[in-house]
C-alpha cells in the first residue's frame, strides 16, 4: 500500500483485526485530540490521522506493551506504508530507551517518536484515558506514582515541545 488509507479503511482495519469496539472507540478518540494537534502545526495530517486510527491495531492480539510489536506484524501483512508503521511501533509511553525496551521484553532498540507525526499521536495518546480526554498532569501523577521518573520527564518535555510549536497549552487543545 503506497497510499494512506482514509478514515473508512482504517476502522474496517481495526475490525478485521479483530479489535474490540473499546479499543476503536479509543483509536477514535485519539484521532480526534490528534487531527486538533496536527492543524495547528505543518504535520501531514492523512498521516497523522490513519496513524492515530491505527496506533492501536497490535491490541487485536494483546494488550500488554507488545500489542505496539504486534501492530507493525499486522501493518506489515496488510501493506501498510513505512510511515505508519513507525507510527504504530513508536507511539509506546512517549518513547522507550533500547534499555527499557529490553527490560520490557521488547526487542533491543529505541522507540522514540522522532518525526512531528509520530510525536503527535504518541502524545495524543498519552492524552487520552481509555476514551476520555485527560490533562498531562493525571498522567504525569500516574507515572510518578509508579515510580517512572524518566517516562514522566519525556512525557512533560514532549508536551513542552508539541505545545510550544502549536503555540498553546495542549492541555486547552
Known amino acids: 500500500m503506497s ?27 485519539v484521532r480526534d485530540i490528534a487531527v486538533r494537534i496536527a492543524q495547528k502545526t505543518n504535520a501531514d495530517l492523512d498521516l497523522v490521522e490513519a496513524g492515530a486510527l491505527l496506533h492501536d491495531i497490535g491490541r487485536s492480539k494483546t494488550h500488554g506493551i507488545r500489542h505496539a510489536i504486534e501492530g507493525v506484524k499486522i501493518g506489515k501483512k496488510l501493506g ?35 518525526t512531528l507525526e509520530e510525536k503527535i499521536v504518541c502524545h495524543a495518546d498519552n492524552l487520552i484515558d481509555n476514551n476520555k480526554q485527560q490533562k498531562i498532569e493525571s498522567q504525569l501523577e500516574r507515572a510518578l506514582n509508579k515510580n517512572l521518573k524518566e517516562y514522566a520527564i519525556r ?16 492541555n486547552d487543545i
Not at 3 to 29: F, M, Q, T, W
Not at 83 to 112: M, T
Not at 155 to 170: A, F, Q, T, V
Open 155 to 170: 512525557l512533560l518535555n514532549l508536551h513542552k515541545e508539541l505545545s510550544d510549536i502549536c503555540g498553546i497549552d495542549l
Open 80 to 114: 501498510f506504508s513505512e510511515d505508519i508503521l513507525k507510527i504504530i511501533e513508536r507511539h509506546i509511553g512517549a518513547g522507550l530507551s533500547k534499555d527499557e525496551a529490553k527490560k520490557l521484553g521488547l526487542p533491543a532498540k529505541d522507540y522514540f517518536p522522532v
Open 3 to 29: 497510499s494512506i488509507p482514509d478514515p473508512e479503511e482504517c476502522l474496517n482495519y481495526l475490525r478485521e483485526a479483530g479489535c474490540s469496539d473499546k479499543v476503536i472507540e479509543h483509536c477514535k478518540a
